[in-house]
């Protein structure tokens, strides 16, 4: 799904990926729980190794990074370690998925809520 999204800008990227991602979620609230099912697989010893290398060989945290150093080239992503807010940001996007998954009557937040961890505080677009 990340691959889908055609950004204006790096935080624009994460908008709209997190809006996309929200708004499936809502419609289907199984998708939640493929997150923790996914964490799972990588992190069990007992799943075949077959598997876990496909679920570790999807890489989103290497994947958004590119798109964080995007957002700090055209000034919409704050100053830092492209890696770490990449991460910052999934791990905010997983603990989000697993409380859905077991707690769907608990909103989700509102998307530039999770998005404005990466802003740049001096860019108004």
Same mark, same amino acid.
């Given at each position: #799904?990340? %691959?889908?999204?055609?950004?204006?800008?790096?935080?624009?990227?994460?908008?709209?990926?997190?809006?996309?991602?929200?708004?499936?979620?809502?419609?289907?609230?199984?998708?939640? !729980? %493929?997150?923790?099912? *996914?964490?799972?697989?990588?992190?069990?010893?007992?799943?075949?190794?077959?598997?876990?290398?496909?679920?570790?060989?999807?890489?989103?945290?290497?994947?958004?990074?590119?798109?964080?150093?995007?957002? !700090?080239?055209?000034?919409?992503?704050?100053?830092?370690?492209? #890696?770490?807010?990449?991460? #910052?940001?999934?791990?905010?996007?997983?603990? *989000? *998925?697993?409380?859905?998954?077991?707690?769907?009557?608990?909103?989700?937040?509102?998307?530039?809520?999770?998005?404005? #961890?990466?802003?740049?505080?001096?860019?108004?677009?």
């Amino acid at each position: #799904m990340p %691959m889908q999204v055609k950004a204006e800008n790096g935080l624009d990227f994460f908008r709209q990926f997190t809006s996309m991602l929200f708004s499936y979620v809502k419609e289907n609230a199984f998708s939640a !729980q %493929m997150f923790l099912f *996914m964490g799972h697989v990588v992190r069990t010893d007992d799943i075949p190794e077959k598997l876990r290398s496909l679920a570790v060989s999807v890489d989103t945290v290497a994947y958004c990074q590119s798109w964080v150093e995007a957002g !700090q080239r055209d000034g919409s992503i704050r100053e830092g370690n492209p #890696m770490v807010l990449s991460n #910052m940001y999934w791990c905010s996007i997983h603990g *989000m *998925m697993e409380q859905y998954a077991h707690r769907p009557e608990i909103p989700l937040p509102e998307v530039d809520w999770v998005t404005d #961890m990466l802003r740049n505080r001096t860019f108004t677009g």
